[in-house]
């Protein structure tokens, strides 16, 4: 249906950025998760999304490979 190109992706609409941000605060002191990478991903938690890219993008391949 659409030639020889593919595009897969997994989006998270369910998580929301309190919900990354309470499992954040979990992991924080796990041994696991160095501190750092806790603290960077909460300062960027509540960054702003590409979905009206992501959007414009998947459109943009639907169309250029329809051939019904």
Known sequence: LYGDRIL???PHP???PAIT???LTMAEGDKNYPPEL????????????DDAQMA???????????TA
């Open 21 to 23: 941000a309470d499992y």
């Open 14 to 16: 369910e998580i929301s």
């Open 38 to 49: 806790i603290t960077q991903a909460l300062r960027h938690n509540n960054a702003p999304t």
């Open 56 to 66: 414009t993008m998947l459109v943009s391949f639907l169309k250029s490979g329809w």
């Open 8 to 10: 897969t992706v997994q």
